[in-house]
């Protein structure tokens, strides 16, 4: 079965932020289950999630994600077979919104605003990776990718 990684960007609607928490813990049970890991960045409006995992479980996944009415107008910002994981050690590592990650985004937007809609999918992966490196070490943030 392939490596696949997607891609996407969408914008809450009808849930509040703390809609996250919900989001967080349930992706973490199902993502370690189905052996995917990935990232999701949000900002209070925009998610930006990258899911990486055999093309099965990747496609099951961001489908089901894309039926959630608790955002709308999803964009898929990349859809490819990968040779290795980006992001092997955590089933979803949700990258939380500081000073220093903002930094890091600023070097991938066009204005101050992170407005994930104007980036390529070349971009958001190279945003990701740069964001890797500064997951704060802490059970909250990020957890490993448990084996299934
Ligand atoms: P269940 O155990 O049936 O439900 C899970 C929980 O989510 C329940 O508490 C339920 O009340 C709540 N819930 C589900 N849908 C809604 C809704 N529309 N409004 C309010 N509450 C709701 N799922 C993953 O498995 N992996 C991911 O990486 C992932 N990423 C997501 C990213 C975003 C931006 C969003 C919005 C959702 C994401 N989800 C993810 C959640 C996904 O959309 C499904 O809700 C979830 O996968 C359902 O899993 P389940 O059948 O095990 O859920």
New binding site residues.
Partial sequence: MYLTRVIYC?ELS??NKD?IS??LS??R???AK?S?S?M?L?NGTF?L?C?EGSRNAVNE?YH??M?????CHPVLLAYEAIAQRDFGDWD?AYVPWTSDVRKIIRLFSIDEEFNPYQLSGESAISLFRALRGHLPNSEHWSKPLQQA
Avoid: M, P
């Fill in positions: 969408s009808g849930a809609a919900d989001i349930v992706s049970r199902n993502n189905a995917i990935g999701l949000f998610f999630q899911l996944t089901r994600i039926r959630d009415e608790r955002h979803t």
